[in-house]
């Protein structure tokens, strides 16, 4: 998985290590897109900060790196979903530089049939 991960022009795994210890992540995926112009689009998820690590703008440099990587590829948008109702995180998200509110979201999961290595 690692190396079509690696190999994916679209997919981008951010990291800010510290001494070599992994403290914060997030992935940006660049989605191909007929409408806009053809220009894609961005999704980030798996936004994760170490906790002993929050609080220092770590997580916030994460979520630039990853922005301006999608505005390199020419996205006409970036969007972030989060599972997390606490309102410091949404904030945390806010002072990033996503607005809350411009679109709904929803989530279809797998059937329950499905074994959770076959889901996302």
């Known amino acids: 998985m690692w190396d079509a991960i690696l190999n994916d022009p679209r997919l981008f795994y951010i990291v800010a290590d ?7 992540t997030c992935n940006l995926t ?13 999704i980030i998820e798996n936004v994760v900060t170490h906790s002993d690590y929050r609080q220092q703008g770590i997580g916030t440099q994460v979520l630039h790196y990853a922005l301006n990587l ?11 979903l989060t599972s997390s109702k606490r309102e410091e995180t949404l904030h945390f998200y806010e002072r990033a530089g996503f607005k809350r509110g ?19």
């Open 30 to 42: 660049i989605v191909p897109n007929l409408t806009r112009g053809a220009r894609p689009y961005g």
């Open 70 to 80: 999608a505005w390199e590829q020419q996205c006409y948008k970036v969007m972030l």
């Open 102 to 120: 411009v679109k709904t979201g929803f989530i279809a999961l797998p059937p329950e049939h499905l074994s959770s290595s076959q889901s996302c």
């Open 18 to 24: 510290l001494a070599s210890q992994l403290v914060a």
